[in-house]
Nanobody
Framework: QVQLVESGGGLVQAGGSLRLSCAASGRTFSSYGMGWFRQAPAKEREIVAAISWGGARTYYVDSVKGRFTISRDNAKNTVYLQMNSLKPEDTAVYYC?????????????????WGQGTQVTVSS
């Protein structure tokens, strides 16, 4: 079992930056693929970024390419999402998720564990 706890969300003006963190429990964090998803009101949950177990492979949804960076520190059992040049359309609850097979998957159904989410609000 893996427990995930997100932090770092908040209110920021358009053009600003935030860094989300996701701290994982357990000794097998380094073997998990990790993903960041988001869900805005009245919209479906969507992938934002994902990173493979060792960090060699990443995935980004087109709308965040060049603005967001996913990274991980396996020694700290933590995955990060650096978000720059934020836009109002980035407003959502952001969730991190863990995939036991270590992939950088864009498919939510391939993730086994989920955090509770952290709210990101970008004002115009």
């Amino acid at each position: 079992q893996v427990q995930l706890v997100e932090s770092g969300g908040g209110l920021v003006q358009a053009g600003g930056s935030l860094r989300l963190s996701c701290a994982a429990s357990g000794r097998t964090f380094s073997s998990y693929g990790m993903g960041w998803f988001r869900q805005a009101p009245a919209k479906e949950r969507e992938i934002v970024a994902a990173i493979s177990w060792g960090g060699a492979r990443t995935y980004y949804v087109d709308s965040v390419k060049g603005r967001f960076t996913i990274s991980r520190d396996n020694a700290k059992n933590t995955v990060y999402l650096q978000m720059n040049s934020l836009k109002p359309e980035d407003t959502a609850v952001y969730y991190c998720a863990a995939d036991r097979l270590g992939r950088n998957s864009a498919r939510s159904r391939e993730y086994d564990y989920w955090g509770q989410g952290t709210q990101v609000t970008v004002s115009s």
